[in-house]
């Protein structure tokens, strides 16, 4: 059984940072371009942060250029993101979400190509 497992998520000040983590078991995602997601209340999902499978290629929302860092550990199993100079714009429940081979522009600027999905772990910027 497939299961990714986000962790890392809780309260920040403005200004601060959190690591998030997606665990995956099942699977093996060396073959897996891997996405963060993103949900507000009352907003839609949107991509984050996307990594692909084999060449390296990221993306990331223009959003969070410059204060998130996504990278995979491939021999963990394992994809982060590294969350800095967190704003209250970036509560929200963070997702991961694995496609096979799916291409990042897809993946993060369409929320397509997602074969697994994780349950969430809420993240919570406030003073």
């Known amino acids: 059984q497939v299961q990714l497992v986000e962790s890392g998520g809780g309260l920040a000040r403005p200004g601060g940072s959190l690591r998030l983590s997606c665990a995956a078991s099942g699977i093996t995602l060396d073959y897996f371009t891997i996405g963060w997601f993103r949900q507000a209340p009352g907003k839609e999902r949107e991509g984050v942060s996307c990594?692909?499978?084999?060449?390296?290629?990221?993306e990331y929302a223009d959003s969070v250029k410059g204060r998130f860092t996504i990278s995979r550990d491939n021999a963990k199993n394992t994809v982060y993101l590294q969350m800095n100079n967190l704003k209250p714009g970036d509560t929200a429940v963070y997702y991961c979400?694995?496609?096979?081979?799916?291409?990042?522009?897809?993946?993060?600027?369409?929320?397509?190509?997602?074969?697994?999905w994780g349950k969430g772990t809420l993240v919570t910027v406030s003073s």
């Open positions: 990594i692909s499978s084999a060449d390296g290629v990221i």
């Open positions: 979400g694995a496609g096979m081979f799916t291409p990042v522009q897809n993946m993060c600027r369409r929320n397509v190509g997602v074969d697994y």
